[in-house]
Nanobody
Framework: QVQVVESGGGLVQPGGSLRLSCAASGFTFSNYVMSWHRQAPGKERELVAI???????NYADSVKGRFTISRDNAKNMVYLQMNNLKPEDTAVYYCSARRVASINVYWGQGTQVTVSS
């Protein structure tokens, strides 16, 4: 019923930009906390950016000033604008959704981002 699907990944050179998209369905989008995580091979999944239902945002120190999370409640979409990409940003990026005051988290399938020259 609940579905979260990422898209927009690809290959980009260092210093380049990408915008990831996350399409959500099956729930009241405006009542959910939306977030982006990433996982590189051999590493733990880490939080990249999070946006509360009210619109407040937080970012990992490693991406602060370069990445921006946003949401369009009318379209049930969340985005991650990634600028000035670095090789260490290479990972599979996952979109997730959690209802306010709930411990249940719904994950997308992930989209690959590769930053290489």
């Amino acid at each position: 019923q609940v579905q979260v699907v990422e898209s927009g990944g690809g290959l980009v050179q260092p210093g380049g930009s990408l915008r990831l998209s996350c399409a959500a369905s099956g729930f009241t989008f405006s009542n959910y906390v939306m977030s982006w995580h990433r996982q590189a091979p051999g590493k733990e999944r880490e939080l990249v950016a999070i946006m509360a239902a009210a619109g407040t945002t937080n970012y990992a120190d490693s991406v602060k000033g370069r990445f921006t999370i946003s949401r369009d409640n009318a379209k049930n979409m969340v985005y991650l604008q990634m600028n000035n990409l670095k090789p260490e940003d290479t990972a599979v990026y996952y979109c997730s959704a959690r209802r306010v005051a709930s411990i249940n988290v719904y994950w997308g399938q992930g989209t690959q981002v590769t930053v290489s020259s």
